[in-house]
Each structure stands twice: as C-alpha cells, then as structure tokens.
C-alpha cells in the first residue's frame, strides 16, 4: 500500500522567485534552504506531494499558488559553488549538509491569499505558517488546513 501523500508550504520571496516565474519554469529545484528543521522536512518529502506555494516578504505575504513535488531530496549543488551566497564550506560533495527538491507548477490561485486572512480563519488554527514568529521556509500543512486553503483561494485542485 503506497505511503499516504503529505502535504507542504515552502515560501519564496516573489523578487526572487515567484509562482509566475514556476509557471514559466514549469519544474525548478528548491535550492537555498539552510534551516536544519526545513531540510529535514524536504527529505520527507515524496513525489507527489502538494505543496502551496507562498510569498514571502512581499506586501502582503501570503499563499499564491500549487506546485508538486516531483523528485525527492538530493544534494543542494549551492552548497559547493563558493560564488554562491548560499556556499558553505563545511558541506562536502562526500558529506553534504544541504538538500533540496524539484518542484513543479500546478496552478497560480485565482485569489491570492494574504497571511492576515489565513490569520482571521477559525478553520486554521495551529497552522504553522499563521502563528507569530514563525519563519521556516519549508513546513508540513495538515490535511483539513490545505484543503481549507484551497477552497479559500478557488484553486481547481482538489485532494481527497
């Protein structure tokens, strides 16, 4: 019996890389993620799995679209490059520290979803993303918060 599908929140600052610039992309690794908690969340991660796409640092923050993950942790190749502003020179090609995924397009939301409005839903309450201070780049998402916040936001996707 296959593994029950997870599902995900990874955030991007949208100057950087934005939903539009996946969907243009159609696939994109998920690289940069120096946060021990958030890379171990990323080797959980399965083909498959749903994961909203959000935008951080950006006024306002908030949930604008769907990408699925479509291959599983492997090395983060930043980590090795020393022009990189995510290089570290602690991470080897033998024992590297960093991993990251591919993600892949699903669907920009027809209604974007600002943090205070996830904030002001009863229905999300304990969802990682809303509570103050929470600032890591790659979280799990219970299955009854990503279902609410696909309806919040019209998505077309629907999960079971």
């Given at each position: 019996?296959?593994?029950?599908?997870?599902?995900?929140?990874?955030?991007?600052?949208?100057?950087?890389?934005?939903?539009?610039?996946?969907?243009?992309?159609?696939?994109?690794?998920?690289?940069?993620?120096?946060?021990?908690?958030?890379?171990?969340?990323?080797?959980?991660?399965?083909?498959?799995?749903?994961?909203?796409?959000?935008?951080?640092?950006?006024?306002?923050?908030?949930?604008?679209?769907?990408?699925?993950?479509?291959?599983?942790?492997?090395?983060?190749?930043?980590?090795?490059?020393?022009?990189?502003?995510y290089?570290?020179?602690?991470?080897?090609?033998?024992?590297?520290?960093?991993?990251?995924?591919?993600?892949?397009?699903?669907?920009?939301?027809?209604?974007?979803?600002?943090?205070?409005?996830?904030?002001?839903?009863?229905?999300?309450?304990?969802?990682?993303?809303?509570?103050?201070?929470?600032?890591?780049?790659?979280?799990?998402?219970?299955?009854?918060?990503?279902?609410?916040?696909?309806?919040?936001?019209g998505?077309k996707?629907?999960?079971?």
């Amino acid at each position: 019996m296959p593994a029950a599908r997870k599902y995900w929140l990874m955030k991007s600052e949208p100057d950087v890389f934005s939903i539009d610039d996946l969907a243009t992309a159609e696939s994109e690794c998920w690289d940069g993620v120096r946060n021990f908690r958030a890379r171990n969340f990323m080797r959980e991660m399965k083909v498959g799995d749903l994961v909203l796409f959000y935008h951080s640092n950006a006024k306002p923050p908030g949930v604008a679209g769907l990408c699925r993950v479509c291959r599983t942790a492997y090395p983060d190749h930043t980590q090795f490059d020393p022009q990189s502003k995510y290089f570290d020179k602690t991470a080897s090609r033998e024992k590297p520290r960093w991993e990251m995924v591919d993600v892949e397009f699903v669907e920009r939301f027809p209604h974007f979803l600002p943090l205070d409005d996830l904030r002001h839903e009863a229905d999300l309450d304990g969802m990682m993303v809303i509570k103050r201070g929470m600032r890591l780049s790659v979280q799990p998402v219970e299955t009854a918060h990503f279902k609410h916040v696909l309806r919040m936001a019209g998505a077309k996707t629907r999960v079971r």
